[in-house]
């Protein structure tokens, strides 16, 4: 006896930034259902300031925030547009 299908009302996307992001996002909107949500993440190191290259100072300092701003930009770019057609929510 099939069991029911499941309902996937939420899927969590972590990405490189690499090329094949948009690829990925692409299948994690395939498999959520209308309604749902994808939600997009990237983690950095919390002292990274770009370019493989880290903030020695301690505490939040502008080259960080500049980072994080930076990257923050490059995961809404990410945010597939064609969701909205799909009746989907994106969130970076």
Do not use: K, N, W
């Not at 309902?7 to 259902?33: E, F, K, N, P, W």
């Not at 080259?63 to 995961?75: E, I, Q």
């Amino acid at each position: 006896r099939m069991r029911a299908i499941p309902r996937v009302r939420r899927v969590l996307v972590a990405t490189d930034l690499s090329r094949h992001s948009q690829r990925v996002i692409a299948y994690a909107c395939g498999v959520v259902r209308s309604g749902g949500v994808v939600r997009i993440v990237h983690v950095t190191h919390p002292r990274a300031i770009g370019g493989g290259a880290f903030e020695t100072a301690l505490g939040r300092t502008d080259r960080h925030l500049r980072h994080a701003r930076a990257v923050g930009r490059r995961l809404e770019a990410l945010r597939p547009g064609i969701a909205q057609e799909f009746a989907l929510e994106t969130e970076a």
